[in-house]
């Protein structure tokens, strides 16, 4: 069973099937507010946050889907991915607008 759904219930929707993003690493955690999965483009690190669908579920007024900056404070090896600070790359509500953004930095991530 994937980590979010051992962290946050077998139910969370994620709003997409996981397996079209090979590289989103899971890093969910329980202590936190909702699902959490890291990737790297070029040199840079990102996390990205997936809340709740339905509003009412969210502790806070954020939309769903939120990327921000990360760092590795890790080892290449074994990384340990964090949120650098709270500046928004990019949010939105939906899905296609997730996808749009992912493939483009995808589309920088192959270029590099």
Request: proline share 4%.
């Amino acid at each position: 069973m994937e980590l979010y759904k051992q962290e946050f219930c077998q139910d969370f929707d994620l709003g997409f099937d996981l397996n079209d993003h090979p590289y989103l690493i899971d890093k969910s955690w329980h202590n936190d507010l909702c699902p959490s999965f890291n990737f790297k483009v070029g040199e840079q690190y990102y996390v990205l946050w997936v809340d709740y669908a339905d509003v009412e579920q969210r502790e806070e007024d954020t939309p769903r889907y939120v990327i921000v900056e990360a760092i590795n404070e890790g080892a290449n090896e074994e990384p340990e991915i964090y949120a650098s600070n709270d500046e928004i790359t990019f949010e939105c509500e939906d899905y296609t607008d997730l996808k749009l953004f992912l493939d483009f930095l995808g589309n920088t991530r192959e270029s590099h």
